[in-house]
């Protein structure tokens, strides 16, 4: 899996690329900035780009601007957006068009070498990875008429971990039940919200969250 890597430190930047190469992965460029990003997008094209979300000159948000073009021109390559914090509105910006091949993850969350490595390559091969504060957050949001409502406790942890890209394997193991008892969760959650049914893993994932975002 080849891999762009862009944040304005330069001694963070070698230490992710250093992290990504010893565990398999191709970082075939680096970037400081936002333009210099979509440069070397453009000439490599990778599988995924793991951009910081604010780089210079302002640094608020270039990074998520950059982030949004590269998945306009370049649809193919997935975006891995790291955050010092949680920013839930570039959070949300950044999930409002198709999620498939969307990270947003704390950089706290790089420490964890197998977890960061996972998202990298579950974004890169089209999916999603989303980190639990901001799925914590979005799922907290308080509405008039909110729609989580009927879901039963159980349901809404199954919910949690479907939007940050679990498997139903994953979410079993990680709620110690059966696969056949997550299959009967995500089916009643998606006709309580009223959700077509998909055979796409990461659209699931997609529908689940802009619809928490409305």
Do not use: C
């Not at 762009?4 to 430190?9: G, N």
């Not at 993850?105 to 960061?116: C, H």
């Not at 990298?120 to 409502?149: C, F, K, T």
Request: proline residues 4%; glycine residues 8%.
């Amino acid at each position: 899996m080849r891999v762009v890597l862009a944040d304005d430190s330069v001694l963070l930047r070698e230490g992710i690329a250093r992290l990504l190469e010893e565990a398999g992965l191709e970082v075939v460029a680096q970037a400081g900035d936002a333009g210099d990003l979509l440069r070397k997008v453009n000439a490599h094209r990778p599988d995924v780009a793991v951009v910081d979300v604010r780089m210079p000159p302002t640094h608020t948000d270039e990074g998520l601007k950059a982030a949004a073009e590269i998945r306009e021109r370049w649809p193919e390559t997935g975006v891995l957006v790291l955050s010092q914090f949680v920013e839930e509105a570039y959070a949300v910006e950044l999930l409002a068009g198709d999620a498939g091949g969307i990270g947003y993850l704390l950089k706290d969350r790089v420490a964890d070498l197998e977890r960061f490595v996972e998202a990298v390559r579950r974004v890169g091969q089209g999916g999603s990875a989303l980190d639990p504060e901001v799925v914590a957050r979005l799922l907290g949001r308080h509405r008039r008429d909110d729609p989580l409502a009927e879901l039963t406790p159980r349901e809404r942890d199954v919910l949690e971990l479907m939007a940050e890209g679990r498997s139903n394997h994953a979410i079993a193991e990680g709620l110690v039940v059966t696969d056949r008892a997550v299959e009967k969760h995500v089916t009643s959650i998606f006709g309580k919200l009223g959700l077509p049914p998909t055979q796409d893993d990461h659209r699931r994932v997609l529908a689940v969250l802009t619809y928490l975002q409305a």
